[in-house]
């Protein structure tokens, strides 16, 4: 081997014994860790984003590189007083946005001087902090950015379907002498809602829906109710209150207890009532509109829905004029009830209507039995042990059903002379609070276009509660009760009938029974 060759060997294995060499020795720190990462200076501002009303939009110059696995919160400060802390970034129409609580930015004047907001000219600050989901350095993470003075966006829907128009808007709501700005408003009738009653209602925001039912005083008009619908939004910590709804609405697949709404989330757009037929405290078919900033926020208490109903009717809660303040998104909108609101009202002419819940049987409720000829019993009895005689001898019970109504036709010999009642036992297959899925519908002579159900166990959840009915008796007693104020059972089913009768002295006696 030459000499040129020998070295040109020596110099490889010298070579790969220093690369294993570095290898077995301890590396710098210094010079192998990765560098912090660093974020340049974002920039920010107030936006509207719909139903959330004002919110605080970030953009970032950089690379969006940089902002992976990175997590941004906020908090906002007027001068030296923090407002919100710590509010987490969201994703929004694809923005960096951090939700504000409108409300608490914003005063509002005395309800006698119109529910103004008042907005202070104070800039806001906002205080950016990023770091990483693993503990990573962030150079730069903590930026403080001005926002200017606070601006209150529009965040209300419209309350009605897109093709239900307002046709009057009228003010003029006083208690004990102070005026405060809710605003009634009237839709203009529409070849799909011809008639004020029934159009229905519409969540004006996201939140959660309380409901209060202030029933009349007289007896004879029990069913003259007032149902005020609230929804309370946590995005903008503002009440929306549209009283005067029915006491049932379709929810978009079946009618339904509007007090089943009560605590429930909401999203905007969603199904909120129908308007109902006039109640005691309203001389025309309407949505009462009213906008407020309750003192004492929701606390999921059982009786949050009656402390939101109480302050939207106190003098001293804020109420905001969210008319004259444009609170709708929709601007052409605004511009429609602000020009309505300041003409005298004149809608009175418009069809008021009727609740109509579909009827798909051609069942006439008359009392008469020829609708049912092809129709056999569910349960019978033994004619003639009656203890009355003929009166309320009991004899056979016929039902049937379709989407909104269930029908009941009882043959119980003549339609008694005094005062009389039928008290239907069912079984629903729906568990009240103790346990018991059976109920009692009982009709009575004296409470006609009525009956009332509850349960058989006297849980409180399902105590005795009386709602509208339908019943005639002529050869039979015929009965049509809307399934909405049963719940909407699936497969109700008769278990047993008991007739009652009172005399002249209020004694009740019980000559037949079924089963």
């Not at 301890?26 to 936006?47: C, D, G, M, Q, Y």
């Not at 709404?261 to 909120?272: E, H, K, M, Q, V």
């Not at 339908?470 to 008769?494: G, K, Q, S, T």
Request: net charge negative; glycine share 8%.
């Amino acid at each position: 081997m030459t000499s040129l060759k020998k070295g040109a060997l020596w110099f490889l294995i010298s070579m790969v014994l220093a690369a294993l060499l570095a290898g077995c020795l301890p590396r710098n720190s210094a010079s192998s860790e990765a560098k912090p990462r660093t974020l340049r200076v974002f920039s920010a501002a107030l936006k509207g984003k719909g139903t959330h009303g004002t919110v605080a939009c970030v953009e970032y110059p950089g690379r969006r590189l940089d902002l992976e696995g990175v997590v941004l919160k906020a908090s906002l400060s007027r001068g030296s007083e923090i407002v919100e802390a710590g509010i987490p970034a969201e994703n929004m129409d694809g923005e960096i946005c951090f939700e504000l609580t409108d409300a608490k930015y914003v005063s509002v004047s005395s309800n006698l001087q119109g529910g103004l907001l008042g907005i202070p000219s104070d800039p806001l600050t906002l205080q950016l902090e990023a770091r990483t989901s693993d503990g990573e350095a962030v150079q730069t993470g903590s930026q403080t950015l001005s926002l200017g003075p606070f601006v209150q966006f529009p965040f209300l829907r419209w309350i009605f379907p897109a093709e239900v128009k307002p046709a009057c808007v009228a003010d003029g709501h006083t208690r004990e002498g102070v005026f405060y700005p809710a605003w009634d408003i009237i839709p203009e009738p529409s070849p799909k809602y011809p008639s004020l009653v029934g159009t229905p209602l519409l969540a004006p925001v996201d939140g959660t829906a309380y409901v209060w039912l202030l029933p009349n005083g007289d007896p004879a008009r029990r069913f003259d109710t007032v149902n005020a619908v609230m929804v309370y939004s946590p995005d903008t910590g503002f009440v929306v209150d549209l009283t005067h709804a029915a006491d049932i609405y379709f929810d978009g697949k079946a009618w339904v207890m509007l007090k089943l709404l009560n605590g429930r989330t909401i999203s905007a757009g969603s199904p909120l009532g129908v308007i109902g037929p006039k109640d005691h405290a309203s001389s025309i078919p309407h949505a009462h509109l009213q906008v407020f900033i309750p003192a004492k926020l929701p606390s999921n208490q059982p009786d949050d829905n009656q402390a939101l109903y109480a302050a939207s009717t106190q003098n001293a809660t804020a109420n905001v004029d969210a008319i004259k303040q444009r609170l709708f998104l929709d601007q052409g909108l605004n511009d429609r009830l602000l020009l309505l609101a300041s003409q005298s009202l004149g809608c009175e002419g418009y069809p008021w209507g009727e609740l109509l819940i579909p009827q798909q049987l051609a069942l006439v409720v008359d009392g008469n039995k020829e609708d049912w000829a092809n129709d056999g019993p569910v349960l019978s009895d033994k004619s003639g042990d009656s203890t009355a005689g003929e009166t309320l001898d009991i004899r056979a019970l016929s039902m049937k059903r379709d989407d909104n109504y269930l029908y009941l036709l009882l043959e119980a010999g003549p339609r008694p002379a005094g005062k009389w009642g039928l008290d239907f036992f069912m079984d629903f297959e729906a568990p009240n609070a103790c346990g018991s899925s059976e109920r009692s519908i009982k009709v009575w002579l004296d409470e006609p276009g009525a009956f009332t159900v509850g349960s058989v166990d006297g849980c409180p959840d399902s105590k005795p509660q009386t709602y509208p009915a339908l019943f005639a008796w002529v050869e039979a007693l015929e009965v049509r009760i809307p399934l909405a104020y049963l719940n909407n059972p699936d497969e109700p089913r008769v278990l047993s009938v008991k007739g009652i009768l009172v005399d002249g002295q209020g004694r009740f006696s019980y000559p037949d029974y079924m089963r």
